[in-house]
DNA sequence: CATGAATGAGGTTTCATTCAT
DNA sequence: TATGAATGAAACCTCATTCAT
């Protein structure tokens, strides 16, 4: 994970880290429950146990600490995922997405709450911090599109505009999240899983008769 | 659409709907550009060239504002939605699903910025209003859905979810909206619109050899 | 009396105009006694007997508010100068350099506060506000330095460097308000004005021998 | 100069003092840039590279060190003004005052900022500092007038007011220093120097006339 | 004796809302 | 009815000072 470029006093550099990584981990909670623009620098102190000296002793403002939550929960999925995916076997790539899949839902299913946060909130950053929160976003969408074109180059896959595939599997992942109050009416998240994994993985079959 | 109750006593039903929905519609420009925590008052009236007095005859608060302008959004994109869909032929699924989903794409390819907006800032309503703003989703997701099951009961197509098929395809329109900046890198609307038309279309299809 | 180029809501001249001169008024008295740092908005408040955001309705912030103040008492200053200055006989410059320098000595004696206060406070201005002020300065020394020469060219005063008589009369007429610990110890105001005119007149006595 | 006092006892007095002058120095440098309220405590640590526990073990305050920067170059002139008129041939008291004050407007060149710093942030003391700070400037005040009545009494001088004659003297000096933004337009330091210093020596010269 | 992280009161400023005119 | 000046609570952030290490 990247280190952020704030405004700190300290010199300590492993101790910043750590507090840094403290703060962000309170704050995303207290964020996620109220929004940015509701919660106060009162409830983010006390929802990291800190004054808030303390707390702009690692932050400079509340906007870094907003930044720090994004960028941060991008970079643990973008780390997370590339991680995983360099597990897989790329000799078959129809099992290697499938497991891909699983591993993106599980993610925003387990962080549904940073996920709609993040779609909410990044408004509030300046272009050039939305900006740096996007790289994770395509640092996973390359991961994807890699399992693709790798499917499509060993004659397994046939798809035409990996780079919108690679997308929309995000963009549903991403769903589960931030329209739950839909999807959970009438899905659960095995099903909801399972039925776009085959549809997707249907969709890929090249077509015997074309061959 | 709804006029909105006020606390004032009016008499001229006419003038307040009138200058409600003026309100709004300028108010839906000022919050766009800003978000709605970042648009003061004073910024609303100027948009709406009144004083703060008169918008506070008509509204009785910022956040009574931002309920009618995401809650209008909502009611106009599933009236017209509603009412286009009566006039497609039930007895073509196919061709009459296409003409839907472009309509729908178009919808949030001409109104972008109010449907990132209304991701990002329904987080600021009150669980109820909240509710009242996925009613209109809900009559959009039925319209989509009811398509579907059109096209199943008469054969055309094999759909085993639509209720899941019709979300990801609003899911997929909006996407276009709030993932504009990755995918406006790559695509156009209509290659868009058009590559998911034929995917969807094609997963629908009822394959022969299965009949 | 200049305008000052502040952030106003209001768009009824006069009444700003009348605000500012009273905030400027009142927050005079408050910063002469405290200094401009160590008093804080609630005390100007309190002084102005406004609430602070009917203060902040008419500057912009409490720097804005101590640039008027400084910058009104130097106009105020000039003006009465200039005006008075206008008023004497150019063909008895003796006569009239007295007078000017009673006049210019009064003001201080009267207004000790305020000119320690410019001395003390400039300096938490920026440069350009900075430079505004001492326009004030400038128009009073080149009512003095007018008489000076005046006289000169008329014969009557025999004077090499009259822009720097002209700036030791200021600095003396300052002295009496920035130095009054040290000179209220030995001196009464009309001794110290009395003294100084006598010496200045004497100096610039065209002397009969050199003739 | 003295050593101040401070709250922890310490065995070391020569460590003391030299900590102490250490502090002021640096901290001159400091505050004379951005004024004493402006700069804050871990910018006079960091000139001084010290510790904020290591400053305060040797001021109790912030405060404390104002008070020293300022009473320390107080008597800093004081001394060398006192030392070097012992120096000085009281039998030519015309040749004394003239080197005197060349000794006193160079001081006030070399040492502009504090002079004016010390203008403009005495107020920031409290009463008691402040009235120590004024005994530096009346030792010098004596030191001058004692140089008038010295000529007096050897019949060189007619002199009325020596104290008031003393005091422009130092203001005079002064000014150079807080009223550079005016003086520096139109003089440079040896002509400021020279015309005060022959106007001065004029005025007090005896007229042989009067004899 | 030195360090510098931590404290938390208090600073300036903003803003939704009201109400006298 | 319409206005917009006024309110004042509460927002974010700073900073002199302390004290555990």
Redesign the pocket.
């Known amino acids: 994970m990247t280190t952020f470029p704030i ?6 550099e492993a ?2 880290k750590e ?1 840094q990584e403290h703060i962000i981990r309170r704050s995303t909670k207290a964020f996620v429950k109220k929004g ?2 509701q ?7 006390k929802a990291c ?17 907003l930044y720090a939550v994004i960028s941060s929960a991008g970079s643990k999925q973008a780390e997370y995922l590339e991680s995983f995916a360099s597990t897989l076997d790329k000799k078959e790539p129809g099992r290697a997405l499938a497991s891909l899949m699983r591993k993106l839902f599980e993610w925003h299913n387990d962080n549904q709450d940073v996920t709609l946060f993040t779609y909410q909130e990044t408004r509030n950053l300046p272009r050039d911090a939305r900006e740096q929160i996007f790289e994770s976003e395509c640092r996973i969408h390359s991961v994807i599109e890699g399992f693709l074109i790798e499917g499509a180059e060993s004659g397994e896959f046939r798809v035409e505009e990996p780079k919108l595939v690679a997308h929309d599997i995000m963009m549903l992942a991403h769903a589960w999240a931030i329209r739950r109050w839909l999807l959970r009416k009438y899905f659960d998240f095995e099903t909801y899983l399972a039925t776009h994994t085959a549809v997707l993985l249907k969709s890929l079959q090249r077509v015997e008769a074309e061959g």
Chains 1, 2, 3, 4 share one sequence.
């Open positions: 405004r700190t006093f300290s010199k300590d101790l910043v507090r940015f623009s919660t106060n620098m009162r409830e983010i102190c146990e800190m004054s808030a000296g303390a707390v702009y002793h690692y932050f400079g403002s509340k906007e870094e600490i």
